[in-house]
């Protein structure tokens, strides 16, 4: 089985093949840092025009790369949502083109399913079902993972998700773009002590994650003058990591029978966000599983790896499925105050 896989949904705009057997056979990818580094993040505008100009290219240099034609290909994937929605209607329409134009099954992909069942394509000893926490720029979530597109929620956050939180944290210390590797940078350099910031949540009865009032916070503390930008980063980045780890704590109470603990998405290449879950899943004797770092932030070797894997159990997409700006895993799961339907 080969699946071309394409990912277009925030500024990252990425083509692959992937095999059944989890053989990356190629892999392209083209960020937009240098275009929204002045904006200090992302505008939805330009990076679907990018999206427009880079796509092509990228998947005919995917097809050279792993040696095949379109005609190779069992199954084409691409993310049909969430995201913004500009980006998710190139990647969309394109994967629709190919599919009509070469007689291919199209599998319009969940970008979180991407993420979600990310940690498969780099670990093949993990089994359904596990609990991921899935922390990202637009998304903080906690699910029980109990198979392909079987996802229940037990958390989300009610505002802000924690890598939004990271970026705005570094606009506001003036850290630079992307924000998320620009705060953990800094705050190697600061101490975690130094800021008395407050952890939203952590110890309530309520599953769910809060980090506006953790980002107001920063606000304060950078605007009051007595510490470092550096300080202020790593006693954000210290605050968060408390946040992730209680409410991640508070899940593992509530399920029985997870393999293992599971950390996706883009923050899920912060070093000290994985050694404290690392840490989180041997106290409660869990295997702990992460992607490797470029596995982790948005990739269509993830979207390829979901389309093989919805692929071997039947599921594919008619050619007038719809982009999607918000697509929740679990549409079954209550709705969280405040979260709307971002949830």
């Given at each position: 089985m080969l699946i071309l896989g394409l990912e277009s949904s925030c500024d990252e705009t990425a083509a692959a093949l992937v095999r059944g057997d989890r053989t990356i056979v190629a892999h392209r990818l083209a960020g937009q840092e240098a275009a929204h580094r002045p904006y200090g993040g992302v505008v939805p505008e330009i990076a679907a025009r990018a999206h427009v100009e880079i796509l092509a290219p990228l998947i005919e240099q995917a097809l050279a790369e792993a040696q095949v034609s379109l005609d190779a290909v069992d199954a084409i994937a691409t993310t049909a949502g969430p995201g913004l929605i500009g980006g998710v209607m190139v990647g969309l329409v394109t994967g629709k083109a190919l599919a009509h134009a070469a007689a291919k099954p199209l599998i319009a992909v969940n970008h979180l399913e991407g993420h979600a069942l990310s940690p498969r394509l780099a670990d093949p000893g993990l089994a359904f079902p596990y609990l991921l926490l899935l922390v990202s720029g637009g998304h903080c979530q906690l699910l029980l993972v109990e198979g392909v597109g079987r996802y229940r929620r037990l958390a989300t956050t009610i505002d802000d998700a924690a890598g939004?939180?990271?970026?705005?944290?570094?606009?506001?210390?003036?850290?630079?773009?992307?924000?998320?590797?620009?705060?953990e940078r800094a705050a190697t350099r600061g101490n975690p002590a130094a800021v008395p910031l407050p952890r939203p949540l952590k110890g309530s009865a309520e599953p769910h994650f809060s980090f506006a009032g953790l980002k107001s916070a920063v606000v304060?503390?950078?605007?009051?003058?007595?510490?470092?930008?550096?300080?202020?980063a790593a006693s954000f980045q210290a605050a968060v990591v408390d946040c992730l780890i209680d409410r991640t704590a508070r899940a593992l109470e509530t399920i029985d029978g997870a393999t293992a603990l599971v950390v996706a998405g883009g923050v899920a290449a912060n070093a000290a966000v994985r050694g404290a879950l690392e840490a989180l899943a041997a106290k409660h004797g869990l295997r702990f599983v992460a992607p490797p770092g470029w596995l982790c932030t948005d990739n269509a070797a993830m979207i390829a790896w979901a389309g093989a894997e919805r692929f071997a159990a039947g599921l594919t997409d008619p050619l007038d499925t719809r982009a999607r700006a918000r697509w929740p895993l679990d549409p079954t799961a209550e709705k969280a105050r405040g979260a709307g339907v971002k949830a």
């Open positions: 939004e939180a990271f970026d705005k944290t570094a606009k506001i210390l003036g850290l630079g773009f992307p924000g998320g590797p620009a705060v304060r503390a950078h605007a009051a003058g007595r510490w470092s930008p550096e300080d202020i």
